[in-house]
């Protein structure tokens, strides 16, 4: 059955173009998940886990508008993510996928539940993403150490304050601190839904928009962003270990119960979880998921092969349009930053090999 187009749509772009939109789009999509994570933290940018969260808002958003009222091609693009960060990111741990087949479920959804206001479907979008990124967080902490991690900076932070401040604590630290965590992703959900808001009204002055992006050559740049690669295999290992030793430590020190028995027995819990995890659900798991996708992989092969080859390419045009981002900061850089990735790589020729130059355009600064 023939897709409808909205008829601006159809005035706008071909038909041609519009698929040619989305494959870009969902090229971005399985970048941000797939690579995008290593590169914003090599290239040191600041909460890094909002931002992969509200890229792939963004992104949804925008696939939402160059499918509708197909939304359905949401469900396409999430499994083509997918099957690309398997093949690119084959060791990634379950809850990565976890988020992404969240975001898609819940974006077409929302877009097929608000077919008529795509404003609307973007906001709730962004706030329950990042709502659930903060829940999928502290639930997989307090499954790991138990509410001993809880009690344990309840301790650590009372002693600080008793010994440093002179003042006893009447509430609970950790509660403090999870109800901040959970209010910065409900900020960063809200702006994030204002941007994709503002990325909506971007797109009906697309061919404008074309006309006035400047040349940079693509060739003067090269990325030097590989140092410090392999600490990232550690990384995960170390935060678990010190985290670990706090718990114990802190238990021993301060708990009036016997505080050695709970950090032994938070000791022997967190090792007997990350065998039971590592060892024997979490490969089930990743085995059965690939399995799955494996199946899948042979209707999109095409789109697959053709994502997969323009990675690199979207690779280096991350690291050029970060640096060309530098002279804004914190926010309004990740706004000019992504406004300029998205432009750019809807128009740019990676097809063709000979293409040596990537636009790059001043948009995010009056966006």
């Not at 696939?63 to 690309?84: G, H, N, T």
């Not at 981002?325 to 300029?340: D, E, H, M, P």
Request: include cysteine.
């Amino acid at each position: 059955m023939p897709i409808i187009l909205n008829r601006e749509l159809k005035i706008l772009f071909s038909e041609e173009k519009r698929q040619l939109f989305l494959n870009r789009l969902t090229a971005l999509w399985a970048l941000n998940e797939a690579g995008l994570g290593g590169l914003m933290h090599a290239l040191r940018i600041p909460f890094t886990g909002i931002f992969i969260g509200g890229t792939a808002v963004v992104l949804i958003t925008l696939i939402a508008y160059f499918a509708r009222p197909d939304f359905k091609r949401i469900l396409k693009s999430m499994l083509i993510v997918l099957i690309i960060k398997a093949l690119v990111s084959p060791h990634s741990p379950i809850n990565a996928y976890v988020a992404v087949i969240f975001q898609g479920l819940a974006g077409f959804a929302l877009f097929t539940v608000f077919s008529s206001n795509l404003k609307a479907a973007a906001f709730l979008l962004a706030m329950i993403t990042l709502i659930e990124g903060a829940v999928q967080k502290i639930l997989v902490m307090t499954i790991i150490y138990g509410a001993s991690l809880w009690e344990a900076i309840d301790l650590f932070i009372s002693y600080l304050l008793k010994r440093f401040a002179s003042v006893n604590l009447d509430f609970s630290a950790s509660l403090a601190i999870i109800s901040a965590y959970f209010i910065l992703h409900i900020m960063g959900g809200f702006l994030i839904g204002l941007l994709c808001i503002k990325f909506l009204k971007l797109m009906e002055q697309l061919p404008d928009r074309f006309a006035h992006l400047p040349q940079i050559d693509l060739s003067a740049r090269t990325m030097n962003i590989e140092k410090g690669k392999k600490k990232g295999k550690y990384k995960k290992f170390i935060h678990l270990s010190v985290l670990l030793f706090f718990i114990i430590g802190t238990l021993t020190l301060f708990s009036t119960k016997d505080g050695l028995l709970q950090g032994m027995l938070v000791f022997f819990r967190v090792f007997a979880l990350i065998l039971l995890w590592y060892l024997f659900l979490g490969p089930f798991l990743i085995k059965r998921l690939h399995r799955f996708l494996n199946t899948k992989s042979k209707l999109y092969a095409n789109e697959i092969e053709h994502i997969h080859d323009i990675l690199p390419s979207l690779k280096q045009i991350v690291f050029i349009l970060w640096q060309d981002s530098a002279k804004y900061i914190y926010l309004k850089r990740w706004k000019y930053f992504l406004v300029n990735l998205i432009l750019v790589s809807l128009t740019l020729e990676m097809d063709q090999p000979q293409a040596k130059a990537v636009s790059t355009s001043t948009t995010g600064e009056s966006s």
